[in-house]
């Protein structure tokens, strides 16, 4: 990591972007700053500590070829959200990388989502010309 100017700190990619593995996006935790989290082709996505750089999860389980397209943060900075070409959007517990619940129910592919201000409820836009609302587990 280097820094841009006092205070500013700069992630220097230690494996950056490739054809097989290209990121999709990035959204950074709403509370502290602290976490940043990555969304990519390759089905996975990544939380960093943005202090230090460090990887502190993969978040791995939608299908294999599934880029994931979207990734949020709740509002109180403790799961993330992710959507995919899968067909389905997934809640993850931040500190152990853990699935907490799957949403189904779209027939095409899922490209965007977000949590309401509570981080209660979830909401899913898809290909398939629908949006749900989920209640979040």
């Known amino acids: 990591m280097s820094m841009c100017s006092p205070g500013c700190p700069v992630l220097t990619c230690l494996r950056p972007p490739t054809p097989r593995r290209p990121l999709t996006y990035i959204h950074d935790a709403p ?9 990519s082709a390759d089905a996975t996505s990544r939380v960093f ?8 999860a993969i978040l791995v389980g939608h299908e294999p070829g599934g880029e994931i397209s979207k990734v949020c ?18 809640l993850w517990e931040i500190e152990t990388g ?10 095409d592919e899922i490209f965007s989502c977000a949590f309401n201000y509570e981080g209660d409820t979830v909401i899913t836009g898809s290909k398939d010309n629908t949006c749900r609302i989920w209640r979040c587990s």
């Open 31 to 39: 509370v502290t700053g602290s976490k940043l989290v990555s969304a």
């Open 49 to 56: 500590n943005t202090m230090t750089g460090a990887c502190q």
């Open 98 to 107: 853990g699935c907490m619940q799957i949403l189904e129910g779209h027939t």
């Open 73 to 90: 943060f709740n509002p109180q900075g403790s799961r993330i959200l992710t959507a995919s070409s899968d067909k389905t959007a997934r």
